[in-house]
């Protein structure tokens, strides 16, 4: 498996709701990252986990919260979301300590917040 | 941190001819560069990448060249075909240990005409 799979794969949802991504991973990645992508701009970094561990928070505000529960797994909680939170939400994962290639994405999840 | 820039934002090429797409880094200590190629509402999918003890990298009808003093590096595509039509990320990263922080250029949409 050389995957990274994301749901689920369209999410419409009100500033009000909470909700929750998931994104797994079987490849044996020990580093999976969280990135927000706007239309026509690149992705931006939000969490990244190392070895299950949160090691970077680019200042993201409380409302994502991100939860690794086992090395395979990584979810995204969100609550009271703004409007202009929606956009493509992707996960990805590496094989941690530079073992290997680079990246694989997810295909992510496009999320509205109405 | 790290900064990257991308030029051009929009290229448009005859189908047949060749692209280039540069970008320049900040960060010295920076030692991995992919590219990425995404296609409308699709996910980002790696399609070369460069470490910094290597100066050029080729597969079929896509290069990158690395120029470590100067701080950029640049994705040159032959015989260009209308499926190459995409948006282009370079990113920079180092190894800070067990994970890797991508930091990626401002995108490059690239329109091959038949």
């Known amino acids: 498996d050389t995957e990274v799979t994301q749901t689920p794969k369209h999410l419409v949802m009100g500033m009000t709701n909470k909700k929750s991504l998931k994104c797994e991973q079987h490849?044996?990645?020990?580093?999976m990252y969280w990135y927000k992508q706007k239309a026509k701009k690149p992705p931006e970094l939000m969490f990244v986990?190392?070895?299950?561990?949160?090691?970077i928070n680019e200042s993201v505000p409380s409302r994502f919260s991100p939860e690794c529960p086992n090395s395979s797994l990584l979810n995204l909680h969100l609550h009271a979301l703004q409007p202009e939170d929606s956009a493509l939400y992707l996960c990805?994962?590496?094989?941690?300590?530079?073992?290997?290639?680079?990246?694989?994405f997810g295909s992510g999840t496009r999320l509205t917040v109405v | 941190g790290e900064n990257v820039e991308q030029h051009p934002s929009t290229l448009s090429v005859q189908e047949g001819d060749s692209a280039v797409i540069k970008c320049t880094y900040s960060?010295?200590?920076?030692?991995?560069f992919p590219w990425y190629k995404q296609e409308l509402g699709k996910r980002p999918q790696l399609i070369i990448d460069?470490?910094?003890?290597?100066g050029e990298k080729k597969d079929q009808r896509i290069a990158v060249t690395l120029n470590k003093t100067a701080k950029h590096f640049s994705l040159h595509i032959t015989e260009t075909q209308p499926e190459d039509s995409a948006v282009y990320f370079c990113?920079?990263?180092?190894?800070?240990?067990?994970?890797?922080?991508?930091?990626f250029g401002s995108g490059t949409q690239l329109t091959v005409l038949p």
């Open positions: 990805a994962s590496s094989p941690g300590f530079d073992r290997g290639h680079g990246y694989t």
């Open positions: 490849m044996g990645h020990r580093a």
């Open positions: 986990y190392s070895y299950e561990k949160l090691s």
């Open positions: 960060d010295s200590a920076s030692n991995y």
């Open positions: 460069i470490r910094s003890n290597v």
């Open positions: 990113a920079a990263s180092r190894v800070p240990g067990s994970a890797r922080q991508l930091t």
